[in-house]
T-cell receptor
Framework: GNSVTQMEGPVTLSEEAFLTINCTYTATGYPSLFWYVQYPGEGLQLLLKATKADDKGSNKGFEATYRKETTSFHLEKGSVQVSDSAVYFCALSDQAGTALIFGKGTTLSVSS | GAVVSQHPSWVICKSGTSVKIECRSLDFQATTMFWYRQFPKQSLMLMATSNEGSKATYEQGVEKDKFLINHASLTLSTLTVTSAHPEDSSFYIC??????????????FGPGTRLTVL
């Protein structure tokens, strides 16, 4: 079945450091891929998405590229801020209208 | 973006009682709602999918008689945990989508409900 594997945290960085959170997936066909962020005390928010191979999703300085050859969708940011501290979830949807399959989440903590 | 609310945000109940959690789409019509369960330091696990006006579709291993889902209107879905026990303690999250809008496959998530069963 479909699944998502993302690196376990917590990830602890200093402000302005480079961030990478790895995410790989297993799916049949061509799923859509997502990164969601959950700030403390809040619901999940869509951070970015990509719907086909080689697409790059980007938002708020974060980027992720849909790599079908490596079945990956790694999240990157060149310079993190304290306000980026949150839990990040990688997810996939195998077709429009279906539920999301989530990775376990990675907690990011950024200190000043 | 679209807003989804959940009520209550947290609830503590005694073992054997039933608890109802509401999920509302505030500014759009939710043709489909999803209920997830999240254990500490674990991922969100899909419990069921509900479409307005029809019976919910439960994932394998989820007891439909224990977790009653009703999606009677386009803006409200409810999850009732019947005869709750301590092992039902968890964080319950709903999401909603409107397939008739241009948002397509995007889901909008509620803030979650923390259930603690004593």
């Amino acid at each position: 079945g479909n699944s998502v594997t993302q690196m376990e945290g917590p990830v602890t960085l200093s402000e302005e450091a480079f961030l990478t959170i790895n995410c790989t997936y297993t799916a049949t066909g061509y799923p859509s891929l997502f990164w969601y962020v959950q700030y403390p005390g809040e619901g999940l928010q869509l951070l970015l998405k990509a719907t086909k191979a080689d697409d790059k999703g980007s938002n708020k300085g974060f980027e992720a590229t849909y790599r079908k050859e490596t079945t990956s969708f790694h999240l990157e940011k060149g310079s993190v801020q304290v306000s980026d501290s949150a839990v990040y979830f990688c997810a996939l949807s195998d077709q429009a209208g279906t539920a999301l399959i989530f990775g376990k989440g990675t907690t990011l903590s950024v200190s000043s | 973006g679209a807003v989804v609310s959940q009520h209550p945000s947290w609830v503590i109940c005694k073992s054997g009682t039933s608890v109802k959690i509401e999920c509302r789409s505030l500014d759009f019509q939710a043709t489909t709602m999803f209920w997830y369960r999240q254990f500490p330091k674990q991922s969100l696990m899909l419990m069921a999918t509900s479409n307005e006006g029809s019976k919910a579709t439960y994932e394998q291993g989820v007891e439909k008689d224990k977790f009653l889902i009703n999606h009677a209107s386009l803006t409200l879905s409810t999850l009732t945990v019947t005869s709750a026990h301590p092992e039902d303690s968890s964080f319950y999250i709903c999401s909603a989508r409107d397939l008739t809008s241009g948002s397509g496959s995007e889901q909008f998530f509620g803030p979650g409900t923390r259930l603690t069963v004593l």
